[in-house]
């Protein structure tokens, strides 16, 4: 598949998506995923993969879900920002939720929670708050649990219209809301919240958050005593959730027909529901989710440890010590009449920076040019990093059509654009460039594509500094743009 044909199925995969159409975006999007991580389109290869987990999530099958989940986890600790890291935490708490083990959902909310607060991220926000409302309902703490479910929706702008990119994912904080309305004895209000919910459900098939809102129907009647009308409710809800092999909803429902059918008194069909509940239980056993999410937690670990020594913790990119350690594999690694360019970037004027505006503002800077260095070579294969001080390096794989020259321009142009405003002052930020290149593929040395770079670099700050060099193997001081 090439790059044309993937942006075409990633379209058809996102309007698929957007309508729940969760079955036909299952049946496409292992062939999507696979493109991506060959284009080395991870980003995309990350949102593929979350929205694989979930549409697996939603219509019950929880096996390939949790599968689908370790590979999304792997992606995002190698390639993710803190938007990704968040939906990671985000989604995996609810596997762990789903399984009985609240507190460590709800450890992993907090942490998404602590990184969606630092960047205002709005629609993470809502997810987050949303997630934490249904918790607080499975531990009994509905008033809690209203509280964060508002909060969830005001993220939504369904409280106060103010955020750009709102959460959108509503039927579940309103689903839970309406469920903690129930459980506070204001059914009203539920009842409101429950029809305006039934009124955007359609014909079946129904997904997992459609299933809810039929949960949250039944509950409302059950505690309002109409209890033949809670078992139908229930029956349709149980029906469709087992069409979908949705064993973790099935168990919540079979929970609540089981006790119903008990008030009523028909021990018949009491017997009955409850062989299918232990059927239900001993499936759920078998497929032993926990241990494949407690495999994957003891990975999390390591992954954070590997992350904590790679990283540089001022400006959250890869530090020398993983340019030292991975640079060396990628030039070794490419076949002949491939192309790899190394850049050295050089935050020009660094100590005047700091000596006349604060230390804090010289971290503003090099947090600046380290995101802004990330994002623009996110779309490539490359590493990233901080190579001390106020110098960065990066090493990228070309393909065969792209320029060096022109990307290595582009990036200049990039970075000078920036600025920083202190005490209503701005500061316009300045950088020298060297660039070199393997020569397709005659250079294999990772030490002296370094030497080259650096070479170039010392030839744009003799010229002037904030300018861009490349560096030319038959002249000792290189072409400067």
Not at 24 to 34: D, N, V
């Amino acid at each position: 598949m090439d790059l044309q044909e993937f942006e075409e199925l990633w379209i058809t995969l996102d309007e698929l998506y957007s309508a729940n159409r969760y079955l036909e975006y299952i049946e496409l999007s292992s062939a999507a995923i696979e493109s991506a991580n060959a284009l080395a389109l991870y980003d995309k290869a990350m949102h593929l993969l979350r929205y694989s987990c979930i549409s697996y999530f939603q219509v019950g099958d929880l096996q390939i879900s949790i599968n689908l989940l370790e590979k999304y986890r792997e992606l995002t600790f190698l390639y993710g920002d803190d938007i990704d890291i968040i939906q990671y935490y985000s989604l995996a708490s609810i596997y762990w939720g789903t399984f009985g083990h609240l507190k460590k959902a709800e450890e992993l909310l907090m942490k998404g929670l602590e990184i969606a607060k630092r960047i205002q991220h709005i629609e993470s926000l809502g997810k987050i708050y949303n997630n934490l409302s249904g918790l607080e309902i499975e531990l009994g703490k509905y008033a809690k649990a209203k509280r964060l479910a508002l909060k969830s929706l005001f993220y939504a702008n369904e409280c106060e219209m103010k955020h750009d990119e709102p959460y959108k994912s509503i039927i579940h904080s309103k689903t839970n809301l309406a469920t903690a309305h129930i459980w506070l004895k204001e059914y009203e209000e539920a009842n409101v919240l429950i029809q305006e919910l039934l009124m955007t459900i359609k014909d079946p098939p129904y997904n997992k958050a459609q299933l809810e809102v039929f949960n949250a129907q039944a509950l409302l009647f059950e505690k309002q005593g109409y209890i033949g009308e809670a078992i139908d409710m229930y029956q349709k809800s149980k029906h469709y959730a087992l069409q979908n092999n949705d064993l973790s909803l099935l168990q919540t429902i079979y929970n609540s027909l089981v006790n119903l059918i008990e008030e009523q008194g028909n021990k018949i069909i009491l017997s009955a529901v409850q062989k299918e509940y232990i059927n239900i239980l001993l499936e759920m056993q078998r497929e032993n989710y926990t241990q494949v999410l407690f495999e994957m937690e003891y990975n999390d670990q390591k992954k954070h440890l590997e992350r904590t020594s790679y990283i540089d913790p001022l400006t959250n990119i890869y530090n020398r010590r993983y340019f030292d350690e991975h640079a060396k594999a990628m030039v070794e690694s490419v076949s002949h009449d491939q192309k790899l360019a190394l850049l050295m970037i050089d935050l020009d004027h660094f100590k005047s920076i700091n000596d006349s505006n604060g230390h804090l503002f010289g971290d503003d800077a090099l947090t600046m040019t380290a995101t802004t260095l990330q994002q623009f070579f996110q779309p490539y294969k490359s590493i990233v990093a901080r190579f001390g001080g106020d110098e960065f390096i990066v090493l990228i794989h070309l393909r065969e059509e792209e320029s060096i020259g022109i990307i290595a321009q582009n990036l200049y142009n990039t970075l000078t654009s920036l600025v920083l405003t202190v005490d209503n002052d701005v500061v316009q930020l300045e950088f020298s460039i060297g660039v070199s290149t393997n020569e397709d593929a005659h250079i294999t040395n990772v030490e002296q594509l370094i030497h080259y770079a650096d070479s170039a670099l010392y030839t744009s700050k003799r010229n002037g500094r904030n300018q861009l060099t490349l560096y030319n193997q038959y002249s000792n001081a290189g072409n400067s743009k």
